[in-house]
């Protein structure tokens, strides 16, 4: 007996190591090789699951990772936010900001585990990776895992499909009779598993699948079919004639409340009350106004292979020029080169129209360059591009070979019959919920990093301010000419055309401190030598931008001599000296 517990107890031993020794690891090209914080990237955690990540990371590299709470959900869970910085390097609140985000739509889950993926990365690399170290000591990264903690747990818990719940857990009435959320789906066989319900039927377009008994597919017009579909599992609960029509969480689209261009539900589907009526989305709105540093921003969602960026609705073109097109563009198409299956598209142009999302509330309200991925595509089956023709049909053949070769038949539910109490004798089966939209384990980290490096780029290219010259002449009379040249060494501006068109954040300030200054202008031809005067406080010039890898070029006169400090002080490109 003792030898048995003393085995178990050095199983328990083994089992709560959680790193290898240096001797026993080979370092893979791009990764941490042996991470203080360990994670398993091929699977899914709950929102208390990403918070225990986030604590340990924070808890391993305090230098590098901080977390704070920004506000509360509906049923009051915290809210977090990473920080994600060289906390020795600089003025934290002045680093060029890149925020982040995944999961406003509850279902689409993974933006949870590819922004915490990213906050990971990034706190693990900084040891072993010079690009990341300097990353880090120039940038700072804001970092929301989840906006949707609530029902991102209902989700993964409750009796849900692929496609629910897409809202928060806010109760509403959506089928108008009095009552909330008193019809969703049922787990019928209590197999755990929501999936769907056929029924046999001379006169259904439905028939088995020679080639595989699990897919049902639809018969053409005039050939006799055997089964009709019934849809997800459920009952009339509520004794109205429907099934399913009043779900836990009720329908509104978190993304369609965000307070640019919002119009009413009977505009845009989803639109709740007005703007901001979502919890949760104010939470981020209030973190991000906070910190005007933020100059680029990514959310996460699924599905699809997209790289969306705004506008939503065609009647905002006017809000995206053809100068920061070029931006977006540039950074857009990269995303394409180094994400496989994935297509940079404009969301009005190339996929709906869209009123009160958040990507657009981000650039018309804040002047902040960002985007959407829509996370997991069908290409990453088998490689396929699944363009023209009927794309739906092959996409779903596939389907069924990738679940039967690749996941060892483990996401789908295979046909039974069960007895139905409105609609008598059935069948259950199909797909889990956790196929689909979500990516399969083994496709996870993969996915998620190259998401990651696409944010990262994008990060990177966060205006870099430089004080390339100072350069003085004596003009006589005791008067000097002091000329300071600044350059932006990233692709995004200081302030976006929108930005500036509209005022949203305060000019760039250069500034020569420590000097008599008599006169301050901007120099708008160098090779002319014509400048423009500011009359007022000459000292500090004010700047509409700094375009990005371009540079600008003010001069002072001073009288006197003495030492003296030219300073550049930017919202969203930083604070630089010289």
């Not at 990403?50 to 509906?74: D, Q, R």
């Not at 009435?173 to 598993?193: K, S, T």
């Not at 998620?448 to 003085?472: C, D, G, S």
């Not at 954040?505 to 008599?518: F, T």
Request: hydrophobic letters at 35%; glycine letters at 10%.
């Amino acid at each position: 007996m003792k030898r048995i517990i003393y085995t178990f107890i050095i199983l328990l031993a083994g089992l709560s190591v959680s790193a290898q020794t240096p001797d026993q690891i080979f370092k893979a090209a791009g990764s941490p090789p042996n991470p203080k914080v360990q994670v398993s990237w091929n699977r899914y955690y709950t929102s208390e699951g990403l918070w225990a990540i986030a604590k340990k990371l924070s808890e391993a590299h305090p230098n590098l990772v901080k977390v704070e709470t920004i506000g509360k959900t509906y049923e009051g869970r915290d809210m977090i936010a990473l920080t994600i910085t060289d906390f020795s390097k600089g003025n934290v609140d002045r680093k060029p900001g890149m925020y982040v985000d995944g999961n406003i739509h509850s279902n689409e889950i993974q933006g949870g585990e590819f922004a915490m993926y990213t906050a990971w990365y990034l706190a693990e690399s900084w040891y072993y990776n010079d690009f990341i170290k300097d990353l880090l000591a120039d940038k700072v990264f804001y970092i929301v895992p989840t906006i949707n903690p609530d029902a991102r747990n209902d989700y993964m818990k409750g009796v849900n499909t692929a496609n629910t719940p897409r809202s928060g857990m806010m109760p509403i009435d959506d089928d108008r009779d009095g009552l909330v959320d008193e019809d969703g789906y049922d787990d019928l066989n209590g197999d755990g598993e929501v999936t769907m319900m056929r029924r046999k039927n001379p006169n259904g377009r439905y028939i088995i699948d020679p080639t595989d008994p699990r897919q049902m597919i639809e018969v053409e017009a005039g050939e006799p079919g055997e089964y009709e579909m019934l849809g997800y599992e459920g009952k009339d609960n509520d004794g109205d004639g429907e099934v399913n029509e009043d779900r836990v969480g009720g329908y509104y689209d978190p993304n369609r409340d965000w307070g640019w261009n919002w119009q009413p539900e009977y505009i845009q589907r989803g639109a709740h009350k007005y703007p901001f009526s979502v919890p949760e989305n104010r939470n981020v709105m209030e973190f991000v106004m906070k910190h005007p540093n933020i100059g680029g921003a990514q959310s996460f969602h699924n599905s699809g292979g997209m790289i969306l960026r705004g506008p939503g609705a065609e009647e905002d073109r006017g809000t995206y020029n053809a100068t920061d097109d070029k931006v977006y563009d540039a950074i857009g198409e990269l995303g394409e080169s180094i994400m496989p299956g994935y297509t940079y598209m404009v969301v009005w142009r190339d996929l709906y129209t869209a009123f009160g999302g958040e990507l657009d509330w981000f650039h018309g309200c804040r002047g902040i360059f960002t985007f959407t991925n829509e996370l997991y595509h069908p290409y990453f089956m088998f490689g396929k591009d699944y363009k023209g023709g009927r794309r739906g049909d092959e996409v779903q053949k596939d389907m069924y070979k990738f679940e039967k070769n690749l996941l060892m038949t483990d996401a789908f539910v295979d046909w039974k019959e069960f007895d139905h109490p409105e609609l008598g004798k059935i069948e259950i089966g199909g797909f889990r919920k956790n196929f689909g939209r979500d990516n399969p384990g083994f496709l996870l980290e993969n996915d998620a990093h190259r998401n990651m490096a696409f944010l990262i780029f994008h990060a990177y290219h966060t205006p870099k301010l430089v004080i390339e010259k100072v350069e003085e002449k004596d003009l006589g009379g005791g008067l000097k000419q002091v000329t300071a040249t600044i350059a932006n060494k990233r692709l995004i501006p200081t302030h976006s055309s929108h930005d500036t068109k509209n005022k949203i954040i305060r000019p760039d300030y250069v500034s020569l401190e420590g000097a008599n200054v008599v006169a301050g202008m901007v120099v708008t031809d160098v090779d002319m030598n014509k400048t423009t005067e500011q009359k007022v406080a000459p000292a500090k010039i004010a700047l509409e931008n700094i375009p990005g890898m371009e540079a600008v070029t003010v001069r002072w006169i001073v009288s006197g001599s003495g030492k003296y400090t030219v300073k550049v002080d930017s919202e969203k490109g930083g604070v630089v000296t010289k």
